[in-house]
């Protein structure tokens, strides 16, 4: 029973990981609070559903799809939307919260507000030492981890990866020494978005779609990134799995609500005694 | 006083006063821990150890708010205005520690606040001669030339009624002429009866102007004494030549 | 000066006759609750913008209307207070919760500073729905009592049975608070805050408590959300946790914004601008939201700041166009 949880913890501490690490990605390369990253998971989540569903795909092109074009529009919003409130943060509050307008309500013209299911691309499951774990989940977790690979390599193996840390650590220094800082945030926008969309999409055969997911999977992101530290990548990860893990284990003992209250009250103590969280330098 | 950041000691044991009326200066070559010695003093930031005496009372681990409403007050070494306001309504607002009316004569704006208000713009006005800024006294002060605009962080900090005045490199950008008037405003300053502690780069200005001068090199003192001893002291050289400076 | 004023008293004087008389002409009870929710909005707007001038954008103000709602509506229901006594109560609690968790929260910068008001209106949203005990959960409280009838014999006789009554109620609400906001921003405590918001480092150099200042400005915002929850739910009879939602929030942001907020009038335009177009879409209800992310885009492109600032532009690019057509004569 006990392995359920952990995997269902682990499973959505895997799906806040990518949340997360797209959110601290614009975050500290585009420098904008994105708050429409939820959003941007949820549209990623009915991009799935309409190939899948609609269209007939098979689950993993429809998922590709789906993250390529997502992050594509990504790149698009950024050039568009948020780069000209780099430095204005009421500006970019409101451009983010217009966005978050004009997808939630693009999604609901198209698709209606009510819910809608992804069937799930593997069935079964898998029993180890007399636990039952769903292939679905451990699926999942699998994608999860190969994309976190994906972009440590990314990040620490190629020119452009270490170009955005650069960025990320000081904007006006990278553009001195020649970084087209512009282009490296549409690469982490690119990215960012493109993570968001996978977490969407997989979260698809596991819950139901709403147009409205968007505002549980930002709050969800922000807690991991507050928690795990601004701006760190490890940090998101850690912060991923402790959450997810904690949620898993605590919340079949009390109730989901007050799993999200408690959450809610530890990160407003972190932000308010130990801001730089767990992995962050300040 | 002594602060660490991290395993580096920025300000090391450092021991000095200001009397009275006095026109000290602190100077040493870049990174010397000049600036966070101010930080220092008017609580923006925490020694690891050591104290502040002001007037016999321990202003240690003040915010800097309680710092300035007990005399002290800095300028800032980069531009710190209110760019919104102009010159007149700046200095106006910086007259806070001199304002009498609390919060409920504020808020119901009862004849005393009204009268307060009468007196402090008179004062104001004052200020704004004292240091030459009263024909561009209508300007927003973000669009002020940047030698004025360091005028008017002075005339800023002098509202406040320091008994000592921390100024944070005055002279720093100014072009000759500027250099001159700020000089001689500084020496008004100091014959009005302020004690004043300076940093300075610009070595003419600052033999010339302080009767004391303090020299700091990675966090340690390694001089004091009038300008003519520092000038001559052996270590200051050293100290400046290492980083291809010279004293003037 | 002189004439500048008076034109401006005369005009506001004027206006201030119109929204008096205006439902003697204007009687359908759908227009007087859309004039009513303007009012409301006014208000939210208005104390809103109180806080940013303090240099902080908050995002609390749907959990605090939610604290004076409930607050005010328990105090009447199982407390036995009047509405009338009850309300500023509401208010009062709304400050002291805010006050409370100011101290902590007006040490973080920026965007921190909202995100965690955010987090705190969510926290207030979630414990609405969940303490069954006090706030009846997710239903809510239902029937809360209108405000007690005030009469003066001869005179007249409000019973607050016709919406009528509640709108000369929130005017004259709304016109006490606006007021009571106006002097303290223009007072020497409204001079500190802006000082406070332009440089929190100059203002401190200079004796300013910048914290307790933001506290203060975060207090008395608050106290007016609350204010406004406690007549919103008298005036429904029904308080519902999901009223006080993120959106809600979001929205006070916008009138803000979107009617300008360096000036007092901004939210206020705002307000009522942004409360007639819904109305005035009617049919197209569902695409409420892209009309005001439409607006929203608009004005934060092209009138950053607001529709308050726009006799100004105009003005600047006549004077513009002016001395142009000067250099080429």
Known sequence: MWAQNLLNGLTSGWLYILVALGLTLVLSIVGIVQLAHGEVY????????????????????????????????????????????????????????????????????????????????VEGVLTILGARLSWERLMTIMVGVVLVIALLLFIGKTKVGQAMVAVSEDRDAAALVGINVNKISSVAMFLGCGLAAAAGGMTGPIFNLTPFMGGFALTKGIEVIILGGLGSIPGAIIGGLILGLVEGLITPLVSIQVANIVGLVVIVLILLFRPQGLMGHE | MTKYFGGLAAVDRLDFDVQEGELVGLIGPNGAGK??????????????????????????????????????????????????FTVFESIVAACYL????????????????????????????DITRFVGLESMRDQRARNLAYGHKRVLGMALSLAADPQLLLLDEPLSGMNAGEVDSAIALIRRIFERGTAILLIEHNMRAAMSLCQRIVVLQMGRK???????EVRADKRVIQAYLGTGKHVA | MNRKKSTRAASLGA??????VLPLFVTQPYLIHILIMIGINVLLATSLRFIATSGQLSLAHAGMMSVGAYT??????????????????????????????????????????????????????????QWKGLTGGPSGILDIPRPGAIAIPGLFNVDFASKADYYYFILILVLVCLLLLYALESSRIGMTLS??????????????????FRVLAFGIGCFFAGVSGAFYVHYLSAANPDSFGFLLSTYVLMYMVVGGMRRFSGPIIGAVILTIVPEVAGGLREYEPFVFAAILLLIIFFLRDGVVSLPERIRRAKKEAATRLESKA
Request: net charge positive; glycine share 10%.
């Open chain 1, 42 to 121: 949820m549209v990623g989540a009915y991009v799935v559903y309409f190939f899948c569903v609609v269209a007939g795909l098979n689950f993993f092109p429809a998922l590709l799809i789906s993250i390529v074009s997502v992050a594509l529009l990504g790149v698009l919003l950024e050039r568009f939307f948020l780069r000209p409130f780099r430095s204005d943060m009421e500006g970019a509050i409101i451009t983010t919260l217009a966005l978050i307008l004009i997808l939630q309500t693009g999604i609901i013209t198209i698709a209606g507000p009510g819910y809608k299911d992804i069937p799930s691309p």
């Open chain 3, 72 to 129: 005010s509506a328990l105090l009447v229901m199982k407390g036995g207070l009047s509405v009338w006594i009850a309300m500023p109560l509401a208010g009062i609690a709304a400050m002291i919760l805010a006050v409370l968790v100011g101290f902590p929260f007006v040490r973080l910068k920026g965007i921190y500073f909202t995100m965690v008001t955010l987090f705190l209106s969510e926290f207030i949203r979630l414990i609405a729905q």
């Open chain 2, 35 to 84: 600036t966070t010695v101010f930080n220092l003093i008017t609580g923006f930031l925490r020694p690891t150890g050591g104290k502040i005496i002001f007037n016999e009372k321990d202003v240690t681990n003040r915010k800097p708010h309680s710092v300035a409403a007990s005399g002290i007050v800095r300028t800032f070494q980069a531009t710190n205005l209110f760019g919104n």
């Open chain 3, 15 to 20: 206006l201030l006759l119109v929204l008096l």
């Open chain 2, 222 to 228: 390694i001089s004091v004494g009038s300008p003519d």
């Open chain 2, 98 to 125: 001199k304002s009498t009316v609390g919060f409920w004569g504020a808020f119901l704006h009862t004849p005393g606040s009204r009268r307060d208000r009468v007196r402090i713009e008179e004062r104001a006005l």
């Open chain 3, 195 to 212: 000082s406070v918001r332009q440089s929190d480092s100059l203002a401190e150099s200079l004796g300013m408590d910048a914290a307790g």
